[in-house]
Each structure stands twice: as C-alpha cells, then as structure tokens.
C-alpha cells in the first residue's frame, strides 16, 4: 500500500464513489457531459517492469517476480502483485525481498526494452491528446478537457475505461487510470483503482476510478496528509502535532499557525491543495504553441488580390491543424516578407477561439489590409497562437453565433458571416473575400 492510503480507507472512499459511478454515467448523457471543467486524467502502468517481464516471458505467470539489482545493495525496481502478497514493495533491498519471498523470481532490469513499451506508450496517448505529460517511464498526465467532445464517450468514467481499455489492448499490459478536475485527484484516483494486497489476496482494482467535482470533498477529506506531494514523513510529523492528520484538517486549519510551523508558502500551497484547490497545469511539451503555414512566392507579387488570395489556403491549413488538434486559437497573425527582405507580422486577438478556415482567412485577410504593400512581396504566412485545448471557448464562440447547423444556404452564412464580422471587427476583409471569391468564400467552411 502506498503511504498515506491505508486500504480500509481507500476501500470506503472508493466504494462510495464507485456506486456513485453508474448514476453519473446515465446523468452525463442525459445532460450531454458533465460540464466544461477541467478534465484531467492520470494514467499509470500497474507494477510495469515486472508486467513486460511477465509479458515477454509467459513463463512468468502466477509466480513472484522481482525486477532490481541483484547485488549486495541491490533493491527492487518492480514487483509484481504476487510477490507483493508476500510484503515486498519497490524500494525494498533486494536482499530482504527474498527472505520475504524465497521462491521469487529474480531479474535484472532491462531499460533499453521498457524504453522502448514506455515510447508506445506514450504514442497512444499522444494519439488521444497533444497534452500528455510523461512522469517517468510508466505515468503520465492528459488534459482531456478538450477532447471529450471529439472523444465522444460521455462521462468522465467512460472515457477513462475507454483510455484504459485501449492501453490494455494495444500493450498487453495492466494500467490504472485516474480522473479528476486535477492533477491531484487524478493522481490519488489512479492509486485508489490499483490492484491491492489483502490478507494475502490480490484483490483486482477497478481499474478506473473518475472523481467529479461534487464527489471531490467526500473523497479528499478523510485521506491521509501523506498523499500530498511534498509531505513526508517530517512534514507529516510537525502537521501531527498540531492534530493535523487529514486533508480535511489541513484544510480548515488555521493559516497563520501553520506558516510558522512550515513557512509560508509551503502553508500556502498545502492549505490548497488539501482543499482540493490545485491548478497546475499539464504540460504537454510536444503541444504546439502555435501553428502556421507560409510561402514563399516564385517571384515577388505586387498585386494586393494575389496575395489574398493566396492566404486562403494557407488559413485552411492552419484551420485543419488546429481541428486536428482539438484546438481554437485566440491569436491569428500574418507574416509578410518585402521584396527587400524586411519582415513584418500583424497579429489580432480575439475575444473568443477561432479555428474554421473561414474566420482564420478573414482575420488574415484583415490583418493584410493593413499593411502597405507597395514594396513589393516575397512571403506570406498565417499562423495562428494563443491555442486552447478546452472545450470552453470554442462552445462560448457556438453560442454566440448560435450556428444553426451545418451551413447549407447562403442565408444562413450571411447571418453566420454578419456575427462574425461583429465579433472580429473584419468587415474590410469581409467584403474583400465576398468580391474576390463571391461563392467560394461562402463555400469555405462547408468545404471543410
Ligand atoms: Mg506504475
């Protein structure tokens, strides 16, 4: 058991929110998902170098399996759920873990191969968002906020029993998935859905464990301090001599009591997060910060109308980047490069995302009305930045334009086009692409 759980404790926060569970799933699709909150998951490989051991070797199962060094100062890297019935645990000396378990089987670790699942791993998450962030080889954190509409699961539990299902089918391998508004709550959810030991027995997990908002309270107040990251056992000593052993007593304890006793930003961020206040975000590192697509022309052009007209495709590829992505963008900028190389770029910023080709080409198109094009031109480009991955503001953008469906007649793309033109100031650029593209410009985001 990891620090800080101990197993009556996990098993009756968990019973309640997992009969909590089925009700939420029939309540999401009847409401059409649980809200535009932050949906953070947290997905971990259950005891993972022991499970590729297992994995590669079939002769492995049912039998104890110790990953580590088998050298005098040797320790446990992985075990697995049967060598666990016997009290071993990661961390522990090798040499202790066999006198516990004499009939374990003993391997030395082999990184170069858990690299390699690791990278697949990682591959297929990345496949369900951009903003997967890796903690070691076997865990790492998604922000699915902006993916469930396109995932199109409903509840929280849905989608992580789908992520926990794909990951299982495609790796051969035990995973545990968390979900939650936060890191924290995911985190804590993906160890509560662990397997565990209990009197000897390996009891299966859930496997999925998904802690909505409205279950947050119930399931952070009686754990143990020890589950916040940063409390350790002197932490935990000086919160306990203030009679502080929950999260829920840390919550409500007195702040500036505890500032003397851990200083004040330690204090600060633990009074949070107790609470269940906890924003830090996933970084994604390989997620984009922006995306764009220029050219440069075969000879420079001089005439306005060419160089708008070749911004439309270049929007449309930014446009499908970010719907790729599941994301809006806040920013459209364009780039010019003058015959004599000099290098400009115009940005607009928008009070809601943007992401169909026809709102990017027209802030882009915007955008180059005002810039003096005199000297004569050998690039353009349109990238888009200040990318979303929420839900939110592309929902606040179809609201406020209240689309009535797919466009389908012009009058309804006029409608469409004049909440546009309101929104983002682009008139110029409106009547602009209207008479140079006439029927093309209306067909742009059906053409999508
Ligand atoms: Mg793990």
Known sequence: MEPGLSGSESERVMGSIVAGQAEEVSRDIQI?????????CHLDMDSFFAAVEELDQPGLAGKPVLVGGVGARGVVASCNYQARRFGV??????????????????????????????????????????????????????????????????????????????VVAKLGLGCSVG????????????????????????LPGNGVLAVTAAQEPAFLSPLSVRVLPGVGPATAARLEALGIRTL????????????????????TALIRLAAGRDDRPVRGDRAPRSVGHEETFPCDLYD????????????????????????????????????????????????????????????????????????????VGVSASGLVSTESGRQLALELWSLPGPPSGREEDALELSKLEAWTGVSAALSAVRAKFGQEAIGLASRL
């Open 304 to 379: 306005r109308t060419l160089i708008e007209q070749r911004l439309v495709p270049m929007a449309e590829a930014v446009a499908a980047a970010l719907e790729a992505d599941a994301r809006t963008a806040r920013t459209i900028s364009i780039k010019v490069r003058f015959a004599d190389f000099r290098t400009i770029t115009r940005s607009r910023s928008l009070h809601v995302g943007v992401a169909t080709s026809r709102e990017v080409a027209l802030t882009a198109v915007a955008l180059l009305r005002g810039v003096n094009l005199h000297g004569g031109v050998r690039l």
């Open 89 to 166: 645990h990661s961390a522990m000396p090798m040499s202790r873990a066999q006198r516990l378990c004499p009939e374990a089987v003993v391997l030395g670790p082999r990184h170069d191969r858990y690299r390699r699942v690791s990278a697949e791993l990682m591959t297929i998450l990345r496949d369900v968002t951009p903003l997967v962030e890796p903690v070691g080889l076997d865990e790492a954190f998604l922000d699915l906020t902006g993916s469930r509409r396109r995932l199109g699961l409903g509840s929280p539990f849905a989608v992580g029993r789908w992520l926990r299902q794909t």
């Open 179 to 202: 979900i939650g508004r936060s890191k924290l709550v995911a985190k804590l959810a993906s160890r509560m859905a662990k397997p565990r030991v209990e009197a000897g027995k390996v």
């Open 32 to 40: 059409g998902g649980e809200g535009i909150g932050p949906m953070i």
């Open 248 to 267: 829920e007593e840390l919550a409500s304890a007195p702040e500036p009591i505890l500032r003397r006793q851990l200083g004040r930003a330690t204090a």
